[in-house]
């Protein structure tokens, strides 16, 4: 999803902010009302700006590995058949083994 400019230029400054109070030494509500934030607004922007990253991060991990399709896989896919599930084997109807079940 394309983000604004707007919203890329305030999750910047927030980022900014972040890193500046982190680097500060400074409780968080001491730079907050030095900077004259609303320290929620702080807190909440660090909690999102911490998820997007874990999700990048999280996201930058998939790879995708090459996979060569042997044996009848191979061979369904050669007919066209898009189904890659091996085929179902049924089993035959055994009567005997009913008559051992009474209800």
């Given at each position: 999803?394309?983000?604004?400019?707007?919203?890329?230029?305030?999750?910047?400054?927030?980022?900014?902010?972040?890193?500046?109070?982190?680097?500060?030494?400074?409780?968080?509500?001491?730079?907050?009302?030095?900077?004259?934030?609303?320290?929620?607004?702080?807190?909440?922007?660090?909690?999102?700006?911490?998820?997007?990253?874990?999700?990048?991060?999280?996201?930058?991990?998939?790879?995708?590995?090459p996979v060569?399709?042997?044996?009848?896989a191979r061979?369904?896919?050669?007919?066209?058949?898009?189904?890659?599930?091996?085929?179902?084997?049924?089993?035959?109807?055994?009567?005997?083994?009913?008559?051992?079940?009474?209800?």
């Amino acid at each position: 999803m394309a983000r604004s400019k707007r919203s890329v230029e305030r999750e910047r400054s927030w980022r900014l902010l972040v890193a500046e109070q982190r680097r500060s030494g400074e409780s968080i509500r001491a730079f907050c009302g030095r900077k004259a934030i609303s320290e929620p607004s702080f807190y909440a922007w660090r909690r999102g700006l911490r998820k997007r990253d874990a999700q990048r991060a999280a996201d930058a991990d998939v790879r995708l590995i090459p996979v060569d399709v042997v044996g009848p896989a191979r061979e369904r896919a050669a007919r066209g058949s898009h189904d890659t599930a091996p085929p179902k084997r049924r089993r035959a109807f055994r009567p005997k083994k009913l008559a051992f079940c009474q209800f």
